[in-house]
């Protein structure tokens, strides 16, 4: 009695110890957030062009951090969640690479989109006076940010890109009426509503049913593995090295398509090179089963995970900043022709660091419902999934297709799913069958609603991709757009009011 007694004290103990814990954590990581706003309000004081509108920068530094951190917590996961999902990495791991590569990336090759958002979604033709302009992108930051914080507590992945230039677009709007916007420009943005996932979906689909035909199917799947891992380790450095000389590494090489492919077709070579004895060592003692050649892309998708999340950090950076470096050139020349501004080096380092800060304090949650909910990964679909991510946007880019690199990860871990449950015998048989079919045959089957309700539970809880994450997903990209336009539209209206006063 006593030691049972002692138990439940000590039990007591524990669950007090982790709620502590857990109280800790949830007051410590936005405390260490606000610090780094304070920060960049400090490092946009202290960079900040003179003039009278130098507050107006200083306000839009601090909101271009909170958008960063809001990009790190939920866009990041798209490049890391596949390979926790997967046990090739663990939470810390992954974050710690990502940190690194989104920081990386974001410093060295972060990209200048000062152009598509002042010139390309706002027709230059109608004018701005440089306050209104200023205001315009402030209020976007902001709605952007807030949109994509509500969507990360949702646990919905969503499109920062899309997130901006719905800010932007429903700003402009506010500020000078609907002549003011490029539709044409908003038309292919909600074209890769369609085009992104379908396209991701169908190239990771395709990737894993080769991997399946060429090795997992074969009979002797060491042999097999011993010839095709390497080619797929090939097509994938092939592929990377195209991506971040056209994605990645614009802003400091400017390179032909001639030279794109012939640095693929070198890295090709090379990584086959090395790839293949590699390959053979790491299969000598294996069992001829599936879960052993699992292990031989490991490292392989380790260093895809960290390639994505450096074009990542080079890219999407700019969500972030772009419209920041447009504040800081529309305050400093007084004109809001801001097209050909560079971007300034503290600009781009608010942006890194906040992406890197958002992903370690707030990423684990959106992590792993790209790679744990949706559907079970392994190295092999894992792999597959940024083998498809990468290689869809670079054919995008080539083909001038509207994408979004967002929904084409989540598209292509969808597709991944879906071929596991088209070629599994776990899956549900006849996937049509709607809810109410099963309560329309209640007296033949000879079952109540209530059992018939639990049996559809069951069937749905046996399916190998959960649909209601997509159904969530797919609702938050199609409102993207407007919820963000909207709420921009009102902060522009507030903002001016506060300017005004």
Not at 60 to 72: C, E, K, Q, R
Not at 370 to 399: D, H, P, Q
Not at 421 to 429: H, I, L, P, Q
């Amino acid at each position: 009695m006593a030691k049972s007694a002692l138990d439940k004290d000590l039990n007591k103990v524990v669950n007090l110890e982790t709620a502590t814990g857990d109280l800790s954590r949830s007051l410590a990581f936005p405390g260490i957030a606000l610090v780094f706003l304070l920060g960049a309000m400090v490092v946009a004081a202290f960079y900040a062009v003179e003039g009278p509108l130098s507050y107006l920068v200083i306000i839009a530094s601090v909101i271009a951090g909170y958008m960063a951190l809001n990009i790190g917590a939920n866009d990041v996961a798209n490049n890391m969640g596949p390979a926790v999902g997967s046990r090739a990495l663990t939470m810390a791991g992954a974050i710690a690479i990502a940190v690194v590569c989104e920081s990386a990336g974001a410093l060295l090759a972060g990209g200048d989109v000062v152009k598509t958002i002042s010139s390309e979604l706002l027709l230059p033709a109608v004018h701005l006076e440089t306050v209104d302009f200023i205001v315009v992108m402030t209020a976007a930051l902001l709605s952007s940010a807030l949109w994509i914080n509500l969507a990360t507590y949702l646990g919905a992945p969503v499109s920062t890109t899309h997130s901006v230039v719905g800010g932007v677009i429903g700003a402009g709007v506010a500020a000078a009426g609907f002549s003011v916007v490029a539709w044409p420009v908003l038309a292919t943005i909600v074209a890769s509503w369609v085009i992104s996932p379908v396209l991701g979906g169908v190239m990771a689909a395709g990737v894993l049913a080769f991997a399946n035909a060429t090795i997992l199917e074969r009979e002797d799947k060491i042999a097999a593995a011993r010839i095709w891992v390497p080619v797929l380790i090939s097509g994938m450095a092939a592929v990377f090295a195209m991506y971040l000389t056209i994605k990645g590494l614009s802003r400091i090489w400017s390179a032909s398509p001639l030279q794109v492919l012939m640095l693929g077709a070198v890295f090709a070579v090379i990584s086959w090179m090395l790839a293949r004895p590699w390959v053979m060592r790491r299969s000598i003692g294996l069992e001829n089963r599936s879960k052993s050649i699992n292990g031989l892309f490991r490292l392989p998708l380790i260093f895809a995970a960290a390639l994505l999340s450096f074009a990542h950090g080079a890219n999407d950076v700019a969500n972030a900043v772009g419209p920041l470096a447009a504040i800081v050139a529309a305050a400093g020349s007084g004109s809001t022709d801001v097209a050909a501004v560079a971007l300034p080096l503290w600009v781009l380092a608010i942006g890194a660091v906040g992406i890197a800060l958002g992903l370690a304090l707030f990423g684990p949650r959106l992590i792993r419902l790209v790679g744990e909910k949706i559907t079970k990964m392994n190295e092999i679909r894992a792999y597959c999934v940024a083998f498809a991510a990468a290689t869809t946007v670079l054919i995008a880019s080539w083909l001038g297709l509207p994408v979004s690199s967002t929904h084409i990860a989540i598209g292509a871990v969808f597709g991944v799913g879906f071929l596991r449950e088209a070629t599994s015998n776990r899956g549900v048989r006849n996937p049509a069958v709607q809810p109410y079919s099963l309560f329309l045959n209640t007296d033949r089957l000879n079952k109540t609603p209530e059992e018939a309700l639990a049996n559809f539970q069951k069937r749905e809880r046996r399916r190998l991709v959960r649909r209601q994450h997509g159904l969530q997903i797919a609702a938050a990209w199609v409102i993207t757009v407007p919820a963000a336009g909207l709420l921009s539209a009102l902060l522009y209206w507030l903002i001016g009011l506060l300017i005004v006063a």
